[in-house]
T-cell receptor, first 111, second 110 residues
Framework: NAGVTQTPKFQVLKTGQSMTLQCAQDMNHEYMSWYRQDPGMGLRLIHYSVGAGITDQGEVPNGYNVSRSTTEDFPLRLLSAAPSQTSVYFC??????????FGSGTRLTVV | KNEVEQSPQNLTAQEGEFITINCSYSVGISALHWLQQHPGGGIVSLFMLSSGKKKHGRLIATINIQEKHSSLHITASHPRDSAVYICAVQQGQTGNQFYFGTGTSLTVIP
């Protein structure tokens, strides 16, 4: 099992550009989520999904879209990047009452 | 608003020392998580607990639901334990309300 795979690891965008952060897991986990980590603020939940076809907003959803067409994939889309979206992004998954498995993170810079 | 507070923010210990990191929270929860973030940035889930105590190797996590408090203990600390330890609380079974502490940075000196 590869666990949770995030791509890309690093990305630089210009303000206004769009992009998709990819997240895939091969553990058949029903729950997947996206977080952003900013200095001094800790991790914050952006969007989450409890299964294929079901998504919902977390604490900081504005400027981001998600979809969950399959159990394995949970991409995060930035529609029009802004400097405030400069952050480190983590995808995570879990199954039932077991703990989370995190991806290795994507460091995004918006200039 | 700080639903989750961790203490201390920074901790330096000598190799072999017993370490305690504390987490207090202000909301009702369905579970509490302890995470470890390595200097390279990767995050590992250490524990998920909703009551009592769990042990894994040299790590022990406890939770007191009535007092809304959890502790993470590291016995016989080692330099490889140097990392940021993050407490997170989950409201509800689906996890739509999920709050993180800002982390405790631990450095273990040989």
């Amino acid at each position: 099992n590869a666990g949770v795979t995030q791509t890309p690891k690093f990305q630089v965008l210009k303000t206004g550009q769009s992009m998709t952060l990819q997240c895939a897991q091969d553990m058949n986990h029903e729950y997947m989520s996206w977080y952003r980590q900013d200095p001094g603020m800790g991790l914050r939940l952006i969007h989450y999904s409890v299964g294929a076809g079901i998504t919902d907003q977390g604490e900081v959803p504005n400027g981001y879209n998600v979809s969950r067409s399959t159990t394995e994939d949970f991409p995060l889309r930035l529609l029009s990047a802004a400097p405030s979206q400069t952050s480190v992004y983590f995808c995570a998954s879990r199954r039932g009452s077991y703990g989370y498995t995190f991806g290795s993170g994507t460091r995004l810079t918006v200039v | 608003k700080n639903e989750v507070e961790q203490s201390p923010q920074n901790l330096t210990a000598q190799e072999g020392e017993f370490i305690t990191i504390n987490c207090s929270y202000s909301v009702g929860i369905s579970a509490l998580h302890w995470l470890q973030q390595h200097p390279g940035g990767g995050i590992v889930s250490l524990f998920m607990l909703s009551s009592g105590k769990k042990k894994h190797g040299r790590l022990i996590a406890t939770i007191n639901i009535q007092e809304k408090h959890s502790s993470l203990h590291i016995t016989a600390s080692h330099p490889r334990d140097s990392a940021v330890y993050i407490c997170a609380v989950q409201q509800g079974q689906t996890g739509n309300q999920f709050y993180f502490g800002t982390g405790t940075s631990l450095t273990v000196i040989p």
